[in-house]
């Protein structure tokens, strides 16, 4: 029963241009959700998150959409960059932090 | 300076044997977790704990077994290691206890039974 879905598991972009990682999420409880990046070999490492009574918060080139009618949210980079190359994870907090699956983003220079 | 570090960082044994995984974090965080990823790359919650108190505790077997000597560590202990248990096993922390504190993950520990 997966909560929280990230359908595309990888994404190619050019540099400079704009990323777009999408999830879509069925638990109601979820009231905060919360973007992490992961390198090869490494632990994941936050990102950004927002707050299930606000539809967008931004921190500089990083910006989340959320949707609440629609259960879904996205993440917008731009400019992209080929250092943003990595596995993005989206997470709903209920009780819990619950994972998406990921999404691999490969910024090509 | 290593915020969350983890030992080992492979781990390759065989079913049946028994194994600890340490977990250290320097943060001066009073809440501490586990996870498990799988094949298909979830990372699920095993263990939370607050302050060395268990706060969550996932439908997991009981061969696994954490323990927190203090705050600033979390060991996972398991026994009688199966296949299925071969994942990459991470660990984390965090300022407070709460799923809305951003957690600081270690890079993982690779543990493969053969």
């Known amino acids: 029963d997966q909560q929280v879905k990230q359908n595309s598991p990888s994404l190619s972009v050019q540099e400079g241009r704009i990323s777009i990682l999408n999830c879509d999420y069925t638990n109601s409880m979820f009231d905060y959700f919360l973007w992490y990046k992961k390198y090869p070999a490494e632990g994941p490492t936050f990102l950004i998150s927002?707050?299930?009574?606000?539809d967008k918060n931004e921190d500089g080139r990083f910006t989340v959409f959320l949707n609440k009618s629609a259960k879904h949210l996205s993440l917008h980079i731009v400019p992209s960059q080929p250092g943003d190359s990595a596995v993005y994870f989206c997470?709903?907090?209920?009780?819990?932090?619950?994972f998406g699956g990921g999404t691999r983003l490969m910024v090509k220079p | 300076d290593t915020a969350v570090s983890q030992t080992p960082k492979y781990l390759v044994t065989q079913m049946g044997n028994d194994k600890s995984i340490k977990c250290e974090q320097n943060l001066g965080h009073d809440t501490m977790y586990w996870y498990k990823q799988d094949s298909k790359k979830f990372l699920k919650i095993m263990f939370s704990?607050?302050?060395?108190?268990?706060?969550i505790n996932e439908t997991v077997p009981n061969r696994f077994s954490p323990k927190s000597p203090d705050k600033a560590h979390l060991n996972l202990h398991i026994n009688s290691l199966e296949l299925g248990d071969s994942a990459v096993y991470f660990c984390?922390?965090?300022?407070?206890?709460?799923?809305?504190?951003?957690?600081?993950f270690g890079d993982g520990t690779r543990l493969s039974i053969l």
């Open positions: 704990y607050n302050n060395k108190e268990l706060i």
């Open positions: 997470a709903g907090a209920g009780n819990m932090l619950t």
């Open positions: 927002i707050s299930s009574i606000k």
């Open positions: 984390a922390s965090s300022q407070d206890y709460g799923p809305r504190q951003p957690q600081h």
